[in-house]
């Protein structure tokens, strides 16, 4: 046995001349929820569609609690649950039909799953009506509950606030938090970087194929640290002269002539800078420190596309 719930080594996987994975490496512990990010073409959709047996890589090999998964391994699919883009239901069924209809080609179910997952998911009172009416959102739910039929330790969630309003986020995200409360693993990929920093215990960033950054998410954003400054647009370079005894140029950046200046530096280092700058004779109208997911994600991605290219609009065309 081991403690990851999922690990790939080396995945990697073409399309025609274009690497969308380029020897992936993930290790993603039991029992916690893990923010897959990275941007557009960066391989996420491929990986996950990897990780379902749905397509097959082209070299490396990937575990799924703890065991080996690869061709012939389907029935293994039993013990994940897994939502990959728009969930699809028969569109003239209830959706409590639906789910039965599921349960019955899946692994046992017993017999009170059902109402259970629609109660947990908010669709108790629509579960009589038929799925075409319902709104994207209501069928993201849907989904949801259908990857949780055969109560599966891993879940893996292609964007599963697609087509939620703010109140359905708020409710997926609780829901989340609370299956990983229970042990199961969810490995949820996002675009909505706000969501994750407040879902994830951990992230995977990848970019062009590759793995950027692993690790929790406290961790990386202590040690990605931002230190935010403002001064009088005159007093920059006398700024930035007397911040270099203290950073590399290279985590220095300059904000245009607005007299913001932006530090790669640990967080709990502000009052540091402040006083160095006074002891310069330069006095900040503002300084404020701390790190975001969007920062970090800008700062590792690149804004790079599949191709390994950089992209400033940072679109790739192989998700």
Not at 15 to 26: N, S
Not at 164 to 171: K, N, R, S
Request: net charge neutral; proline share 4%.
């Amino acid at each position: 046995m081991t403690d990851l719930a999922l690990a790939t080594h080396g995945l990697a996987k073409r399309y025609g001349a274009r690497a969308a994975l380029d020897g992936l490496d993930l290790a993603v512990p039991t029992g916690v929820v893990y923010g897959f990010l990275g941007p557009n073409g960066a391989g996420k959709t491929t990986t996950m569609r990897l990780l379902t047996g749905l397509i097959h890589q082209d070299a490396g090999t990937i575990e799924l609690l703890g065991r080996p998964f690869g061709r012939g391994d389907r029935r293994r699919l039993f013990d994940v649950g897994a939502l990959i883009e728009s969930p699809a239901f028969y569109p003239f069924l209830s959706a409590r039909e639906n789910l039965r209809v599921l349960a019955a080609t899946g692994a046992p179910t017993r017999r009170t799953r059902v109402e259970e997952l629609l109660e947990l998911v908010g669709l108790s009172e629509r579960a009589g009506d038929k799925v075409s009416g319902y709104s994207l959102g209501m069928k993201q739910r849907l989904g949801i509950a259908a990857t949780l039929l055969s109560d599966p330790q891993l879940l893996l969630l292609d964007e599963p606030a697609n087509g939620l309003d703010p109140a359905g986020i708020v409710a997926m995200r609780d829901t989340l938090r609370h299956l990983a409360a229970t042990g199961k693993t969810i490995f949820v990929s996002s675009h909505i970087l706000g969501e994750v920093r407040q879902l994830a215990d951990m992230v995977g960033i990848i970019a062009a194929g590759r793995l950027v950054r692993e690790g929790r998410l406290a961790d990386l954003l202590e040690s990605e640290g931002v230190i935010r400054i403002r001064v009088a647009p005159d007093e920059v370079a006398a700024a930035v002269a007397a911040l270099g005894t203290i950073v590399a140029p290279a985590q220095v950046d300059v904000v245009g002539e607005a007299g913001r200046i932006t530090l790669q530096l640990s967080a709990e280092r502000a009052s540091e800078v402040n006083r160095l700058l006074a002891t310069a004779g330069i006095f900040a109208s503002g300084l404020e420190a701390g790190s975001d997911l969007e920062t970090l994600f800008l700062q590792l991605t690149g804004s790079t596309a599949a191709d390994g290219t950089f992209n400033p609009a940072g679109v790739g065309r192989v998700a």
